[in-house]
């Protein structure tokens, strides 16, 4: 295992103020310090007219967006409905045909059988 100087060494020009003995950019004597290092930002206070300001135009993003939304969802809704009762139009054309053929299967079926049995039937 190498040793941290291993890994980081020591600057060329160790006198140079601001930087750590491993040759890091030290940190700010003005960073608060939390538990063992540094914090690595430093803190700010946001005032809270701004903090509220910033929180009303997300409120007015979202209010827009959810309106947008919304009208996009009616659309969709009205496009499906379109769609539907064209589908069901089309579906109730569709079924005279083949009902108007089965009909005349079975008349022909009939006549075909009347004029089979009716010689037997006349005898």
Known sequence: MTSPSDDHPIPATPHLQGLTPVGYQAVHPGFPTVGFGAAPWPTQVIPAAD???????????????????DTFHEASNRVQQDHEARLRALE?????LPAATVAIALTALLVTAAAALLPL???
Do not use: F, I
């Open 51 to 69: 903090l509220s300001a910033d929180m009303r135009l997300v409120r007015d993003a979202l209010t827009a967006m959810s309106t947008k939304l």
């Open 121 to 123: 039937v006349l005898r």
């Open 92 to 96: 109730s054309r569709s079924w005279p």
